[in-house]
């Protein structure tokens, strides 16, 4: 999820460790596998660490952190190809610990915000009429309707005026989908506040709190077998590692692709709800200008594009000399299939109508997470009639299979703070059933 969101609006207006001791089981080969080293799986393996209970993380990739990806190399310059934000600072449990690992945290606000045309900012719609839709959106649509019938976010904008149509770029941006295909429910459920970026990046954090963690790298788990009556076995090109529990932390869309197969399969309601948590679409383009910085705001709009639905956000960061397009949902995968040419042209094409077509860019760099078979895209959405989606895949399986990530049922799901709390969460269940069984 990215900085264009509900919570920053919204804000701008208006773990425990479980201390077990667990001795080794005399038929598995550890108490607890984890797959994935993403933020769910460094953040479940450091509570089971700390609660003394043996665990070996199974990452598919050549590295740790997943989503979470800082780019120095190919710009000169930290480029997060991945998450930028924490989200709601006063309730993300990452915020804490950046602080604890003395890293820099600056604010950022969608507050900061303006929009463009032909090289100069506008004023119908003005960006104050666009916070005023969504604030009146929300009074009239989001609270008196999200509990009682969910419906299509984007149906309760049904012939948007111009600034209306802005209201609609940010749940686009914020979902990394159309509207018109996330469910109205899932987003009330998510919490608004203030953000934070870490300076120096997302992957410094998460990677430092993986220290000290057993990853094996490399070791894509493709088979996992439930099927006698305790334990879990992990298959893959490593070989086969039994456990007591295992921690699923891939992607919901990586997931439902069939990528792992169970033996035996998942049940039913597990996998309509894996099937209704999709992967939604954001790329970004980074491009480096030369000093100095054109004089913008935090982040700026192209008000042509997004009154032909062409969804998008310039997020500004001078400190870098560096512009990033933020593109989402149908756009961003149309571009996608065209090639990565097709989405650099597109921001090159953004930043043009924002700033003027005398703009020249030194370097630029674009992401590619719905070609990554490991991703298949930015983050999941709950469908439409299926606010309960999260609820369900969180839920245990006998114990033994449990489900964390950024698609787990949490009013931070869809972020890395989410996905935090979902591996802590999951991690302190079974340190607790770990330790019951031990009395
Ligand atoms: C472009 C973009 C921008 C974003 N912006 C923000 C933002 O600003 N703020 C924010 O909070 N969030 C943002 N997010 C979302 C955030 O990145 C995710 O919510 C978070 O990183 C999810 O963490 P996770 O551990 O659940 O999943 P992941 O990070 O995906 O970790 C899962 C891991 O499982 C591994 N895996 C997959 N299959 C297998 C297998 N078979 N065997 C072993 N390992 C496997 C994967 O390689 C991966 O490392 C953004 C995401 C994207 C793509």
Redesign the pocket.
């Known amino acids: 999820?990215?900085?264009i969101n509900r919570r920053t609006l919204i804000g701008g207006l208006a773990a425990s460790t479980v201390a077990f001791s667990v001795r080794a089981s005399t038929v598995t080969d550890t108490d607890v596998i984890i797959?994935?080293?993403?933020?769910?799986?460094?953040?479940a393996a450091r509570q089971l660490k700390a609660a003394g209970v043996r665990t070996i993380i199974?990452?598919?990739?050549d590295r740790?952190?997943?989503?979470?990806l800082t780019d120095t190399q190919t710009l000169g310059r930290a480029f997060?190809?991945?998450?930028?934000?924490?989200?709601n600072k006063a309730t993300n449990p990452l915020v804490p610990l950046a602080r604890e690992a003395g890293i820099g945290l600056v604010e950022s606000s969608f507050e900061n915000a303006n929009i463009f045309n032909q090289g100069a900012p506008i004023n119908n719609p003005s960006w104050k009429d666009a916070k005023e839709a969504f604030v009146a959106w929300e009074m009239r649509q989001l609270l008196p309707f999200a509990r009682i019938n969910d419906r299509a976010l984007g149906a309760t904008l049904p012939n948007p005026t111009p600034a209306q149509r802005h209201v609609a770029n940010i749940f686009a941006v914020e979902m990394?989908e159309d509207p018109s295909l996330v469910s109205l429910q899932g987003y009330y459920n998510l919490e608004a506040g203030e953000?934070l970026i870490p300076t120096g990046g997302?992957g410094p954090l998460i990677l430092g709190l993986a220290n000290g963690l057993e990853v094996r790298l490399s070791?894509?788990?493709?088979t996992l077998r439930w099927d006698g009556a305790h334990g879990v076995t992990a298959i893959?090109s490593f070989g086969q590692v039994t456990a007591r529990k295992v921690i699923i932390?891939?992607?919901t869309g990586?997931l439902a692709s069939g990528?792992?197969r169970f033996d035996p399969a998942l049940p039913s309601d597990k996998q309509t709800a894996l099937s209704n948590l999709p992967m939604g679409a954001?790329?970004?383009v980074a491009m480096v200008l030369p000093a100095p910085m054109p004089d913008l705001p935090e982040y700026a709009l192209s008000n042509s594009h997004i009154q032909q639905g062409q969804y998008h956000a310039l997020f500004v960061d001078p400190s870098k000399q560096m512009i990033t397009a933020?593109i989402p949902g149908p756009v961003s995968r149309a571009l996608h299939g065209e090639g990565a040419a097709a989405l650099e042209a597109f921001a090159m094409d953004l930043l043009k109508n924002v700033i003027g077509s005398q703009v020249r860019v030194q370097a630029l760099s674009s992401?590619n997470?719905q070609g990554d078979p490991?991703?298949l895209?930015?983050?999941p959405h709950q469908t439409v009639g299926h606010a309960n989606a999260r609820k369900i895949y969180s839920q245990s399986v006998e114990d033994r299979l449990f489900f964390?990530?950024?698609?787990?049922d949490d009013s931070?799901a869809?972020?890395?703070?989410?996905?935090w709390r979902?591996?802590q969460k999951n991690a302190q269940i079974i340190a607790r059933q770990l330790g019951a069984k031990r009395r």
Do not use: C
Not at 58 to 61: D, I, K, S, V, Y
Not at 64 to 68: D, N
Not at 80 to 87: E, K, S, T, V
């Open positions: 999820m990215t900085a797959i994935g080293a993403g933020v769910a799986g460094i953040s199974f990452e598919a990739r740790i952190g997943g989503r979470v997060d190809r991945g998450p930028y934000w924490l989200h990394g953000d997302m070791s894509p788990v493709s893959g932390t891939v992607p990586v990528a792992i954001l790329e970004k933020l992401t997470w490991l991703a895209g930015s983050y964390a990530g950024d698609g787990g931070l869809v972020t890395v703070g989410g996905a979902q591996g």
